[in-house]
């Protein structure tokens, strides 16, 4: 729930700051005669509905375990990230197609210098939104806020490319804003795509990273009465890892006794390693 709260408060932080970010671009956009501001605005606009699925998705993945989840809602987090990587491909491929048209054609106007002021404001305001973003997203895990961050540097790299293309213009290369567009458009497909690949792997039970398999092992093997590890399996369930791990202990212990050194096992895990909701530990006979 704490992890809930304090990712809601970045997330509504952030996207005060951008409805009051896209107002000021869409003004500047259309006093500086620049179309890559407008094109600029509109991204703001779609950070503006990302962020609301980020808050939908904490909301929802934050709910305990119910007759019909009995693992929690956690995995609804990729759901939401999935979403927004699609979001990220749209923007990107709306702006390519744009700055396209605009280069094929040659409709292309010298642009105010507003515009250029808000293109540097942008550049600003949104890096500071990444990493304000993406510090909390890695502090609660959490794949679906990671997106948005990246939303946000998407938009930052989407002002650069503005900004350049502006200040191209206005020295008579009017070529270079749509040039620009086209580039930042390619980066933003390029983050979409790794996102949706990492929203896909968290939704087909992909194992956890090496180090925390080498942090279970550790804290496993560690245990009185643990002569070996069997069979070790993890699996990614939103921000949380589920572990399956089958132990060999003395055959000529009672079940109490056998009992006992799995629950040391069970609980060693789940409170060394914060990120894991559930250890399963199945005990296997020790022949030597």
Known sequence: MEDYKLG???????????????IFKL????????????????H???????TIV???????SSKGEDKEHPYGHERLEAVCAKI??????????????KSAVRLYTGNITTPGKIALWAAAVSIIFKEGMYWYTIITARKIRSIAMEGD???????ALSSVGTFLGILGARYGYTFMDPLAGIIVSILIIKVGVDLYIRAVK?????SADKETLDKINNSVISIDGVKAIKNLKTRIFGNKIYVDIEICVDERLSVREGHDI???????????????????????PFTG
Request: glycine share 6%; charged share 15%.
């Open 54 to 60: 980020v808050i939908i998705g904490l909301k929802i």
């Open 8 to 22: 809601t408060k970045v997330s509504v932080v952030t996207m005060i700051l951008n409805i009051i970010l896209a």
């Open 44 to 50: 703001t606009v779609s950070d503006v509905f990302t």
């Open 202 to 206: 968290e939704l087909i039970d992909s």
């Open 262 to 284: 799995a629950e040391l096992v069970h609980c060693s895990v789940e409170n060394e390693i914060n990120t894991v909701k559930h250890c399963m530990v199945h005990i296997e």
């Open 27 to 42: 003004i500047a956009g259309i006093f500086g005669k620049s179309s890559a501001m407008i094109a600029d605005a509109v």
């Open 149 to 155: 961050a990246w939303h946000h540097r998407s938009d």
């Open 84 to 97: 927004i990587s699609v979001a990220l491909l749209l923007v990107g491929f709306m702006i390519g197609y």
